[in-house]
């Protein structure tokens, strides 16, 4: 399946990239996590990250499908 | 009406946004950039946002505010990129026909924005260090 | 610094007195003339002042407000003389480090304000009538 | 002993004057609001009102000096 990923603040400087388009066999963001963070050496626990699919807030066990949009978001720092 | 915003933050504008017959009071928050942050001299911040996510949690917040307190209108504002001293990084106001409804539903507003809206800030240090902010959850303020 | 003023309140010139190296948090308090109360449709309001003592009051607050809460600048000015709908009757900023006192020590200031500081109230109803308010202490609002 | 008084408010409208010099036997605020409230048809109860000597606030039990500027202060209502 193919995912575009959206990395912010902390996650972006990790990754060397604000976006990009992967093609994995994770099933669900859990898996995807997993998958991303071993290859850029992202390194929050899941716990500390909350997951958006396709620009709304969903939990860990999210099934995912072809063409997804997924981000991974650190603590937030606004205000 | 919550927005992110890359130009400056202009207040006057955003406060006649409040404005509605039978108004009596109107609170407004500006958060600035400080020139420090937990011992360290800061002298610049980036603010980063994923901004469709943000917008529509920080109307989410609006809408919430609305159910809980006596208000009229709420605005706030957060701006992303690269600010200087001084300058406003978040906005908020509230207008009703009584104080209390008012200043409750602008506290509620900023603190719940700073909580839950996907906004990240990097400090900028005097001794030139940067680093993106990712507070624990107890040291969230 | 409270005042009582009888030319119009310049909010802008007042929140630029919170101003201050490492102020992050500005709250901001407007109380506005409203067009009804309990009930009544007004069409105008009058305040009368002690002025003297008012200003010894209301200082004697800002002073209280600076030793309860962590804040930088604390600014009250309360109108006196004939008042429109939607004219500004009395203005409070607070400036801090941080927003929690920033808003509590705004929040405290018009609170006291309205309850100890010698200013009087005339509405002016649209039938013709008007009267000075003299609220029981468990309706002062 | 001469004081000056200072009327406010619905007092003011009472009196129908901001200000006035009386001569009184009235050696404190309480017996001299007595008179004045017999004179000006004044029907707030004492318990309803504070009292200001020379600009700032006192007890009822306050003694009066000649030329003492004194004034009755109704229930506030600013904001």
């Given at each position: 399946m193919k995912y575009r990923l959206l990395y912010f603040a902390s996650l972006c400087d990790a990754a060397g990239r604000a976006e990009e388009t992967v093609s994995s066999d994770a099933r669900d963001v859990h898996a995807l996590y997993a998958e991303l963070a071993s290859r850029h050496g992202?390194?929050?626990?899941?716990?500390?990250l909350r997951v958006a699919v396709n620009g709304e807030f969903t939990d860990w066990s999210c099934p995912l499908a072809d063409d997804d949009e997924v981000a991974f978001l650190p603590p937030v720092s606004g205000g | 009406m919550f927005s992110i915003s890359a130009?400056?933050?202009?207040a006057m504008a955003l406060q006649c946004e409040?404005?509605?017959?039978?108004?009596g009071a109107v609170v407004c928050f500006e958060g600035r950039v400080r020139d420090h942050n937990e011992g360290r001299a800061v002298n610049a911040l980036s603010y980063q946002a994923y901004a469709e996510l943000a917008e529509t949690e920080g109307n989410r917040i609006i809408e919430e505010t609305h159910a809980k307190f006596a208000v009229e209108h709420i605005v706030c504002v957060h701006r992303v990129g690269d600010l200087a001293l001084g300058e406003v990084a978040v906005w908020a106001g509230a207008s009703a026909e009584h104080r209390a409804a008012a200043f409750d539903a602008c506290r509620y507003v900023i603190d719940q924005v700073k909580m839950r809206v996907p906004i990240w800030k990097r400090e900028h240090y005097v001794d030139g260090a940067s680093t993106w902010l990712h507070p624990e959850p107890d040291r969230a303020k």
């Open positions: 992202f390194t929050f626990a899941p716990e500390r | 130009a400056p933050i202009d409040l404005e509605a017959t039978g108004v």
